[in-house]
């Protein structure tokens, strides 16, 4: 081998072996820039991790209490059938406002499928007639309502003073508009089990407690107009005016007074009508002759002094007292047409009157005979009523007695019997035989062991010791 190819084999050597170490050095740096590049991505992982690990707890307990808040958000933002049956919400608060409701309905409500909102609004528009106080009364409803509800804007054409002095109260025209929203998630995820859920969110019930009473609703109590004038239709009068004194505050408030007197009469003659028994019926109806009495007596003072003069609370004192209270008379009225109380309420009251002296409820027997010792005269010329009207004074007399006995004190200290001797006995720190008064009208006519027989008024009682 001549020198020339000998360097030349060896060149060649030399360039294979320098590229293969060229080679190899440039695969370990790509698997070293793979392993760096690992180790960043689970270093990034670890950090996650941890991360995870940390804030899981926090996450575990908005979960939880969430979820436990979750009755208190369905009350807020119920479902789509639950907004649309406002409708009947919307009547039954017109009906305890007292506003006249013109039109009630709902605006096209059409949920946009584009929209990326999970919130779906309901809208209403509610036209009526009232006065402002009706209408502030109505708001309250639903600004009280358990679920979210908010009026954007309403609108109020106001009555005229010459309707109010007619009719009594104003006539405004109102249109409002009134919204809501109902929630509806458009995706929905897989409840995810907490291990030990029930120990965990005893532990939080403090917070619980604290989010809910945040969630709940605190309302005002609207308290009505309380004299106030309608300051869209009613302006200010003179306070002297009425040469009674009264201002018109003070005789709007005497018609209300006035009403709610004759209302609470209407509400017991509804339970007259209702009663499930005669002796409930005759209670009923008792209290609603004193409660009609008392009207008709403040109606004849304002007569007789003037005291109501003002043209809307004139107006609204005949329409809503004086007209209502005369009907009430007409069905009081015919109620009396049969002379004194039937055979079956005689017979109940009796029987009820036994069994409350029979528990020693004495009071409460003769609370049962008052109720219908006023037409006990009126059953003369029935032989029957009269036997039974005899049978339940005969009762009330039983009653009365035993009540005033049961009241004397009577303290027991011990007894002699001893025999050959008379009988003795020691009460309220006197020695008394028989015959002897242990006070006036309260003779002893007996002694036996433990027991004493009285003689108080005409009937023989025992005290037992």
């Avoid at 991360?51 to 926090?58: G, K």
Wanted: glycine share 6%; hydrophobic share 40%.
């Amino acid at each position: 081998m001549n020198e020339r190819k000998f360097w030349m084999i060896l060149g060649l050597i030399f360039v294979a072996v320098t590229s293969g170490c060229a080679y190899a050095i440039v695969a370990k740096q790509d698997h070293i820039a793979e392993r760096r590049t690992a180790i960043d991505n689970l270093t990034k992982e670890i950090k996650t991790a941890r991360q995870t690990i940390t804030e899981t707890p926090n996450l575990i307990k908005d979960v939880i209490v969430l979820r436990e808040l979750a009755v208190v958000f369905e009350e807020i933002l119920p479902t789509t059938d639950g907004a649309s049956n406002l409708i009947k919400n919307f009547y039954n608060y017109s009906q305890e406002s007292g506003v006249n409701p013109d039109s009630f309905k709902d605006q096209t409500n059409r949920k946009d499928k584009k929209s990326k909102s999970d919130f779906y609004r309901f809208s209403y528009t509610l036209e009526m007639t009232g006065d402002t106080f009706q209408f502030m009364d109505f708001l309250n409803h639903i600004e009280t309502h358990s679920r979210f509800m908010a009026v954007p804007s309403y609108r109020m054409t106001s009555g005229t003073r010459g309707d109010m002095e007619e009719l009594g109260f104003a006539q405004h025209t109102i249109q409002m508009e009134v919204e809501t929203y109902v929630y509806q998630p458009k995706t929905t995820a897989k409840a995810v089990a907490i291990d030990n859920y029930d120990r965990k969110r005893d532990l939080l019930m403090g917070e619980i407690n604290r989010r809910r009473q945040a969630l709940r609703l605190h309302t005002f109590q609207y308290r009505g107009a309380r004299g106030r004038r309608d300051p869209w239709v009613d302006p200010r009068v003179s306070v002297e005016e009425n040469p009674s004194g009264l201002t018109v505050v003070e005789q709007k408030e005497k018609v209300d007074e006035l009403a709610a007197l004759l209302q609470s009469a209407t509400g017991q003659w509804d339970r007259v009508q209702s009663a499930e028994n005669i002796l409930e019926r005759m209670m009923e109806k008792r209290g609603v002759i004193e409660t009609v009495a008392t009207i008709d007596e403040e109606l004849r003072r304002i007569d007789n002094d003037g005291l109501v003069t003002y043209p809307p609370a004139v107006k609204r004192l005949q329409v809503e007292v004086r007209d209502p209270v005369q009907a009430l008379h007409g069905e009081l009225d015919d109620t009396n047409n049969i002379q004194g109380p039937l055979k079956e309420e005689l017979e109940q009251v009796a029987g009820h009157m036994r069994k409350n002296i029979e528990s020693g409820e004495f009071a409460l027997a003769l609370q049962d005979y008052e109720s219908i010792k006023a037409g006990l005269e009126l059953v003369q010329g029935d032989p029957v009523r009269m036997e039974l009207a005899e049978l339940l004074r005969l009762l009330a007399d039983e009653a009365d007695i035993l009540r005033e006995f049961e009241a004397i004190e009577i303290r027991f200290s011990g007894q002699a019997l001893i025999e050959g001797h008379a009988p003795a006995v020691l009460l309220n720190g006197k020695t008394l035989k028989v015959g002897d008064m242990l006070q006036p009208g309260v003779e002893i006519i007996a002694i036996r062991p433990f027991e004493v027989d009285f003689a108080f008024r005409g009937v023989v009682l025992t005290r037992s010791f």
